[in-house]
């Protein structure tokens, strides 16, 4: 009875022979095709328009796989708590269309050494251009979030919550940190009457635009993908008079013909009202951030939320060196990193206010390195960033933007991941291992000549124990140089290199 072609894109992988693929699943993409001797091969798709998302599954017979398709919906359905949209009956075809068209690419990219993988660009390649023209209204940046951390702020004199005085706390934090935006996250429209046009009472979202605006702080709201595409050019229209940066859309949950078409129609009229979008609850990327650059994330990623809910039996620090190599090979990813809590693999609990992460401090730092991703959520509380300023500081001098060279210096898949980003003269490293603890050693002889000035998060001595345990080092180096960096279990680092 289940619909299978009905979820969210976000699992944890499956480790199989293509022989032993479960015949009663079907897989979302990417997947990945170990050849043995690092040769792999990964099946991605681009340009994914007026057509469904391809799945696969195996026969369990034969070393072969099929492709597998959400059939045409025939009957949509409101369902609460948030008035989404759901399919309760489909026809026996997958796609309508009239005259001459092009398909979806379907790409098997082929590499050689796992550390080819994650800066693959095929998917981005393959997309049609740019159709919105001028793209110097868009902008990126980091967010103080508000939904994984429940609100969750404290040591103030007001109730936290969904209210004026919260977010111009939320406000006056980005500022003093020199963070881009905040974000509305569920709850400033009462989602069960999906109507995003009309604001709680608790708010006045026009004097939250303009405090934010007098700080520098630009706003994102959140919404379900039906729910703005039922008020589409009247909500693009009064929020981006208002002064709104973008949406957050959430809760598409499939990728059936008609869902594609309702994001490109989203797409479009976002970007005449030159608002940008992070996409949720949304298939895996098909390149359409080229097509559509005002769309600057996507989720389709087991990312932290998962947190607040699954026990320590989902292995995150093993999905965590194993994403960058397969989903970033289909595009950005909003994972929402940054937890301020940190949980050795006995010590992690479900905690649905105060939510940890499994793994290390460090471990959090380097994803802001790891992940590709133009806008990238603060996930823990303001309170909690003030009491933790040295590594709410190093996050924040972490770029999103104007990275123009990216380099994977080591790593395996499922293993272990060391990333390194160029923006001008300076790198950025990010490094992460699963519950295993390894040390490596980094060789900068990727530098251009010259001195530079290196600031690096460690884990500290006792970090397989107290996860949340980091040793801040700062050191000059040359591209001669050699440094060896120990990362616990769970654990991880992150530097920055400044030229002198």
Known sequence: GEDQYAMAFQNLYTKSSIKGVDTNNIAFLPITIDCGNELKMTLLESDLEDYPGMFIKGDGKNTSLQGTFAHYPSEIKN??????????????????????RNYPWRIWA????????????????????????????IKTGKVAWDWWNDWGISDVDFKAGINMDTYKYYIDFAADNHIEFVILDEGWYNPEKGDMLTVIPELDLEELIRYGKSKGVDLILWTVFNVLDEHLEAACKKYSEMGISGFKVDFLDRDDQTAVEMTYRIANMTAKYKLTLDLHGFYKPTGLNRTYPNIINFEAVFGMEEMKWSSIQKDMMEYDVTMPYIRMMAGPVDYTPGAMRNASKKDFKDIYYNPMSQGTRCHQLAAYVVHDSPLTMLADNPTIYKREQECTDFIISIPNKGIEETRVLQGKVGESIIMARRAGTSWYIGGMTDWTAREIT??????????????????????DKQAEDYKQEQFTITPASKKKIRMASGGGFAMTITKK
């Open 79 to 100: 369902f609460p708590p948030r008035a989404m949209k759901r399919i309760t009956k489909r026809t026996d075809y997958i796609a309508r269309t009239t005259g001459e």
């Open 110 to 137: 082929i590499t050689e050494k796992d550390t080819e993988m994650p800066v693959n660009n095929l998917v981005y390649a393959l997309a049609s251009p740019n159709r919105i023209g001028d793209c110097s209204w």
């Open 442 to 463: 980094l060789d900068f002889d990727f530098l251009d000549n010259g001195n530079y000035e290196v600031i690096l998060f460690k884990d500290g001595i006792n970090a």
